[in-house]
């Protein structure tokens, strides 16, 4: 099994910064995708962000210039970095990552429990 655990969310003034990470552990063979997606009330999940195991990455226009994805292979954590937040960026924060596990070889694709991220104006 593999288990992701967040941490980072919370309360800040527009224009501040938070740090996301995501820590996935277990039985795992290989990471390929690590993604960041949001979601609020009444709205479908969002991706955010996205960085393959390549280190290429993707971000929805909406954050582009102000996030920034990376992730530490050795760790199998991935960050967000949230820069010049804005109100419109509250939301609850998912990590999702994809990958195989190390005992069967299978492909998983796990998400984090959330953790929320109030931007206040």
């Known amino acids: 099994q593999v288990q992701l655990v967040e941490s980072g969310g919370g309360l800040v003034q527009a224009g501040g910064s938070l740090r996301l990470s995501c820590a996935a552990s277990?039985?795992?063979?290989?990471?390929?995708?690590m993604n960041w997606y949001r979601q609020t009330p009444g709205n479908k999940r969002e991706l955010v962000a996205a960085v393959t195991s390549g280190g290429s990455t993707n971000y929805a226009d909406s954050v582009k210039g102000r996030f920034t994805i990376s992730r530490d292979n050795a760790k199998n954590t991935v960050y967000l970095q949230m820069n010049n937040l804005k109100p419109e960026d509250t939301a609850v924060y998912y990590c999702?990552?994809?990958?195989?596990?190390?005992?069967?070889?299978?492909?998983?694709?796990?998400w984090g429990q959330g953790t929320q991220v109030t931007v206040a104006s």
């Open positions: 277990g039985s795992i063979f290989s990471i390929n995708a």
């Open positions: 999702n990552i994809r990958g195989f596990d190390s005992r069967w070889r299978r492909p998983f694709d796990n």
